[in-house]
């Protein structure tokens, strides 16, 4: 089942270059030096950080400089189960007594 968003991929994208960009200072990383860290060039940081446009490879070079490889793996990982109705939620508490 698909379920309705408001929130778009560009939404998402800007999102993410923003947790980049939060982290990079937090750590206080320029944008060179995050580039000769990560090996991703300064004007696709630049370019990332103010459009959200990168792709999915230099991502993950940038992530693991900013944080942990393991905390961008955790957001692929499988929810536990949600019940979609009323009725799934009356089914599993028969089950559990």
């Known amino acids: 089942m698909v379920s309705l968003s408001l929130i778009t991929a560009n939404d998402v994208q800007q999102q993410l270059a923003l947790a980049v960009r939060t982290k990079r200072k937090q750590i206080k990383l320029s944008r060179d030096a995050l580039a000769k860290k990560s090996t991703v060039p300064a004007s696709t940081i630049k370019k990332f950080e103010t459009t959200g446009q ?15 490889l393991e905390s961008l793996v955790k957001l692929a990982e499988k929810d536990p189960y949600q019940p979609t109705s009323i009725d799934e939620v009356l089914n599993q508490e028969s089950l559990n007594t």
């Open 54 to 68: 990168i792709s999915l490879r230099q991502f993950i070079l940038l992530w693991q400089c900013v944080d942990t």
